[in-house]
């Protein structure tokens, strides 16, 4: 597609479920991130693929949440035994990589999980 | 570690007039700086990209300048319409190490252009 495509929308849970979010980057998008944003605040990073692995996942913050992009291109954001502080919307961005490449970051609508 | 700050969190104008809106960021050391816009209840629209080289970037009313020795970045947008009612938020890459991809993002500054 055009822009970066995000799945679900929306998504409610009750609290201990397990969630899984989609993100379909841009064609030919290397880099792939993901972030949080928290009600009145700018987006926090998660975690940063290049390619396949995840160069960069330190923005994790515990290891209930997991990601994974397997060939290279769509990525799944897995949340286990959610929480009511899991709440937030969730962005993917895609980037591509390169000499030429100027590291502008190309955002989806995001992903807004509500934990009951 | 970067902290970027924006002023005002919220402003208020009447339409026709021209603005600017403040970020600043902590860490010199940077790749780029992106300006972004955000509706509510919707993902993030790039505006302008200003790579750590550059002084201005313009596009068709607005013009993002950055002064990277002072860690500051402004956004102006001129005659304002309705239509502009957003929050707009900046962000900055790091040049190296972690912060090389990483982008930190300040809280955003809520604007509302009133007709």
């Known amino acids: 597609g055009a822009g970066v495509s995000q799945t679900p929308s929306n998504k409610v849970t009750e609290k201990g479920k397990y969630v899984e979010l989609r993100c379909d980057p841009i064609s030919g998008h290397t880099a792939l991130y993901w972030y949080r944003q928290s009600l009145g605040q700018g987006p926090e990073f998660l975690i940063y693929f290049q390619g396949t692995g995840a160069a960069d996942d330190s923005g994790l913050p515990n290891d209930r949440f997991f990601a994974v992009r397997p060939e290279g291109s769509v990525s799944t954001l897995k949340i286990q035994r959610t929480e009511r502080g899991d709440s937030a919307v969730y962005l993917c961005a895609s980037s591509p990589l390169g000499s030429r490449a100027t590291g502008e970051l190309f955002f989806g609508e995001g992903s807004r999980l509500t934990v009951l | 570690k970067q902290e970027v700050t924006q002023i005002p969190a919220a402003l208020s104008v009447p339409e026709g007039e021209n603005l600017v809106l403040n970020c600043s960021f902590t860490d010199s050391a940077i790749y780029n700086l992106q300006w972004f816009r955000q509706d509510p209840g919707k993902g993030l629209t790039s505006l302008l990209l200003?790579?750590?080289?550059?002084r201005e970037q313009t596009s068709g009313r607005l013009n993002a300048s950055l002064d990277k020795s002072s860690g500051r970045s402004t956004l102006y947008i001129a005659a304002s319409q309705p239509g502009d009612s957003a929050t707009y938020l900046c962000?900055?890459?790091?040049?190296?190490?972690?912060?090389?991809?990483?982008?930190?993002f300040g809280k955003g500054t809520k604007l509302s252009v009133i007709p």
């Open positions: 200003i790579q750590s080289s550059q």
């Open positions: 962000a900055v890459k790091g040049s190296s190490g972690a912060g090389s991809y990483q982008l930190t």
